[in-house]
């Protein structure tokens, strides 16, 4: 997999333009921070829009960059757990189908024979909640809120990490596999790009287990 410059600049400018928005409303007064508006991962935002939000950040004062840079990790950690959260979803219900079942008792998810076959679909190898789709979403994240460092890897997989633990807690039993496959595939990239420098070159390989 090779991570587009295209995708990047999206996430970033979708984190950057937040944080910048919510700094700016913390400047009049908190209670305009408390109810900044949530990022969305899937937001397109336009190049232009994100290099006004870079000029914005430059006229910030050191608390304010301070407050957007925590902004900045608050809407990676609402966006990676929100990923999560839906590929879990998807991963149950494809479980329960295996299963001939339309109930968990753990989570009380009820599902219908129509949701267990979209959610086969949608965690199939080139499905919007696979291991490939997942992996790659939350990698271009973790490079747009870096820039690129690849210092940062490991404080990135941290924040990974605790992502993935914050969700099994969440859901009170463990994971679904498909959630443990991208786990896995992400600390691939990690590895691959803290020893090449980048993700440039990076090639998707299906484990054996799914």
């Known amino acids: 997999m090779i991570v587009s410059s295209a995708t990047t600049s999206r996430y970033q400018a979708t984190v950057d333009i937040q944080a910048t928005s919510t700094v700016k409303a913390a400047q009049k007064s908190e209670e305009a921070v408390s109810g900044a508006k949530k990022a969305d991962v899937d937001t397109f935002v336009k190049s232009t829009e994100a290099s006004a939000a870079e000029t914005e950040t430059k006229k910030l004062s050191a608390n304010d960059i301070q407050k957007y840079q925590e902004q900045r990790e608050q809407s990676f ?13 998807a991963g149950k219900k494809a479980e329960l189908a ?8 753990f989570s009380d998810l009820v599902v219908t024979p129509e949701q267990q076959l979209a959610a086969q679909q949608a965690i199939g190898e080139d499905g919007e909640w696979g ?9 271009d994240m973790c490079v ?11 404080e990135l997989r941290a924040a990974v990490d605790k992502g993935f ?21 992400i600390n691939k990239r990690f590895d691959y790009w803290k020893q090449n420098g980048s993700l440039d070159g990076y090639q998707y390989q299906k484990a054996e287990t799914e």
């Open 77 to 89: 950690t609402k966006m990676l757990n929100d990923i999560i959260s839906n590929q879990a979803n």
């Open 98 to 105: 295996k299963k001939g079942l339309t109930k968990d008792f």
């Open 131 to 139: 291991v490939n789709a997942v992996a790659g979403r939350i990698m």
């Open 144 to 154: 747009a809120l870096s820039g690129g460092d690849a210092s940062k890897i490991e």
């Open 165 to 185: 633990k914050e969700a099994m807690g969440q859901w009170g039993s463990s994971l679904p596999s498909i959630c443990s496959q991208t786990h896995d595939e």
